[in-house]
């Protein structure tokens, strides 16, 4: 099937050639994000202008490329990302207003952990997150950094609508639906600010691998900033 | 120049180019026509620039009136001026003409109209895709009372012929494995899939045998359009121009882009076998 093995910023990956203008890098072993969004780095400036789009997600990163995996392995054989490469990018942590009120599930996420609505809040509030992967629909973006207290499995009946800005936990997922549209995750709040930008460059305002906290705006407040 | 008005269309009347490039890293997902080479047969017949946006329509037809002088061209329908049966797939229309084109002979057909079409370029391209309300018109179908307008003109070039999509009782796609391609524990060379309800831009549903497949967990990877799916319940599915950037199934092959447009093409019921290229 055409495998071939590469060493490349200090870990092993298999290339597998998805069709003419798309290669995928796949790593063996459990790849933490940090490593992947490095190596995502490292591909983008080795490849520059001859990379058309890259897609990273867990244990992947797909390069749309003209270049064939010769090329590919030539350029990015032995590369190794200096340590700071990510952090002199993305050092800033992003502060995003959330309303509580809008909480649809705030109820149902307290039950699941056996935690009143006050201090499923206080959880959620104080958190620190990282943006991971846009997925699922445009303008969705995944997240980690959710309190192993506010898992709580997806509804049983996804809901038909969903509002832009909902925050929603499903599992031990979380993400933040950047559209209005289908979902079956528990709501835990509403965020006022648009994320997703399609004529703006970047199209999304949380970007991947974007560390960003949330703090807490009331009905009122969320209200006034809509309109 | 041209300006036409819609007086009828149906729901799924989109306008369309070669896609959305350079936004997978956004979770945009590419969008375009389905049968690009018929997209690009319409474009080459008005002498319009390769990048072209042409109306994109399946199930219905639609109703025109040419507001100004128009040239337009057809492909994958029949169409008929003030009434005539047009013989050729381009006509020009003068101003009060009225344009009745058939419902799609195949599953898309495409409309162009000789010049600059007057839409939303949105990252790119002025492909619509309608679940992010991205390109087109305002992102969504087109509808009775919208005008298409063109910009500056082109000259028609005639003799394109309109690619073959009669496939009698079997089509064949070419596929090459994929990266999980060892799940899968059926034999599907030898297997007449046909082509399920559940096909749309994102996605063609395969109907046949229950496949067999190992136990595999994978984490979402990337996926573009003529991947082929494994789902759990033993069931293909070909992904499709608006499909997502990664998805959670084992990707047991993947189609030859030729091939995409012509799967696009292939009516529910339609046999269909895959070629493996590269076992």
């Known amino acids: 099937m055409g495998l071939r093995l590469l060493q490349f910023n200090n870990l092993n990956w298999t290339i597998f050639q998805l069709d003419e203008r798309c290669i995928l890098l796949q790593n063996d072993g459990d790849l933490s994000f940090d490593l992947l969004f490095q190596s995502t780095e490292l591909v983008s400036r080795l490849l520059k202008d001859q990379l058309e789009d890259i897609v990273p997600s867990y244990q992947s990163i797909a390069l749309f490329t003209s270049l064939g995996t010769q090329e590919i392995m030539m350029r990015l054989e032995g590369q190794i990302a200096e340590k700071d490469i990510i952090r002199k990018k993305q050092s800033t942590i992003r502060t995003i207003p959330i309303c509580y009120e809008y909480g649809l599930d705030t109820d149902r996420i307290a039950q699941c952990n056996g935690l009143t609505v006050d201090s499923v809040i206080d959880l959620h509030v104080s958190g620190s997150y990282r943006a991971l992967f846009p997925g699922f629909m445009p303008g969705f973006v995944y997240a ?6 506010l898992i709580c499995p997806r509804l049983e009946t ?3 609508q969903i509002s832009a800005g909902s925050v929603g936990i499903g599992g031990n997922q979380t993400g933040i639906y950047g559209l209005d549209g289908p979902g079956g995750w528990n709501i835990i709040g509403r965020v006022p600010i648009p994320l997703f930008l399609p004529e703006s460059r ?4 949380v970007l991947p691998g974007d560390k960003f906290e949330f703090y807490r705006i009331s009905k009122e407040e969320f209200d006034q900033w809509e309109s | 120049m041209g300006k036409l008005r819609i007086l009828k269309c149906g729901p799924i009347t989109t306008i369309q180019d070669e896609g959305r490039f350079g936004y997978r890293k956004y979770g945009i997902p590419q969008s375009g026509a389905m049968d690009q080479e018929m997209m690009h047969a319409v474009i080459e017949l008005l002498g319009n620039s390769s990048a072209s946006p042409v109306i994109e329509f399946a199930l219905a037809g639609l109703e025109l009136e040419a507001i100004e002088d128009s040239t337009v061209a057809v492909l994958g329908a029949d169409f008929a001026k003030n009434g005539v049966k047009q013989k050729s797939s381009f006509s020009a229309l003068q101003a009060g003409d009225r344009l009745s084109v058939d419902p799609p002979r195949y599953v898309y057909a495409y409309l162009g109209i000789a010049g600059k079409l007057l839409c939303q370029m949105t ?19 087109l509808r009775k009372g919208d005008f298409l307008q063109t910009e500056s003109t082109s000259e028609v070039t005639a003799l394109i012929t309109e690619p073959s999509r009669n496939y009698g009782e079997l089509l064949k796609l070419q596929m090459k494995a994929g990266p999980e391609w060892s799940v899968l524990r059926s034999e599907i060379e030898t297997i007449s899939f046909a082509i399920g309800r559940a096909s749309n831009r994102t996605g063609i549903s395969l109907e046949g045998p229950i496949l067999k497949q190992i136990d595999f967990e994978m984490s979402s990877s990337s996926v573009i359009p003529g991947t082929i799916q494994l789902l759990p319940s033993g069931k293909l599915i070909v992904l499709m121009k608006d499909c997502q950037t990664t998805g959670g199934y084992p990707r047991i092959g993947q189609l030859m882009r030729e091939d995409l447009s012509k799967l696009a093409q292939a009516k529910v019921g339609q046999k269909v076998r895959f070629t493996h290229l590269n076992a």
């Open chain 1, 144 to 149: 980690e950094g959710l309190s192993a207290n």
């Open chain 1, 158 to 160: 996804p809901r038909t």
């Open chain 2, 123 to 141: 990252m790119n391209s002025y492909s619509t895709l309608l679940s992010a309300k991205l390109g087109g018109l305002d992102g969504r179908s």
């Open chain 1, 202 to 205: 970047p199209p999304l305002h």
